[in-house]
Nanobody, 120 residues
Framework: EVQLVESGGGLVQPGGSLRLSCAAS????????MSWVRQAPGKGLEWVSL?????SYADSVKGRFTISRDNAKNTVYLQMDSLGPEDTAVYYC????????????????WGQGTQVTVSS
């Protein structure tokens, strides 16, 4: 019942933009910061952004990516502008703790990921 579902990935040309969405269900979404993490082909996981009361970004995406959230829709977004081939990766949303049914679970939740491919 507790899950995150990413969407919005696809193929885009260099310099283009995409907006990723992460829909949460089964927990008290508004209470917890949400993160975006990505994994490029052959590479490890790279933290991209964290959004809660404030926002933060990896240096590699700062100024190009914007995280936002709509608590009423239980959704977090990642607006990605000025995309380059280096941004090609599977993008995951992530939370490292959540409350459901009146109980707190200090467990990670990961979405299934959405593929972003930046290529001409």
């Amino acid at each position: 019942e507790v899950q995150l579902v990413e969407s919005g990935g696809g193929l885009v040309q260099p310099g283009g933009s995409l907006r990723l969405s992460c829909a949460a269900s089964g927990f008290t979404f508004s209470s917890y910061p949400m993160s975006w993490v990505r994994q490029a082909p052959g590479k490890g996981l790279e933290w991209v952004s964290l959004g809660g009361g404030s926002t933060s970004y990896a240096d590699s995406v700062k100024g190009r990516f914007t995280i936002s959230r709509d608590n009423a829709k239980n959704t977090v977004y990642l607006q990605m502008d000025s995309l380059g081939p280096e941004d090609t990766a599977v993008y995951y949303c992530y939370v490292n703790g959540y409350t459901t049914g009146g109980h707190f679970y200090p467990s990670d939740i990961w979405g299934q990921g959405t593929q972003v491919t930046v290529s001409s």
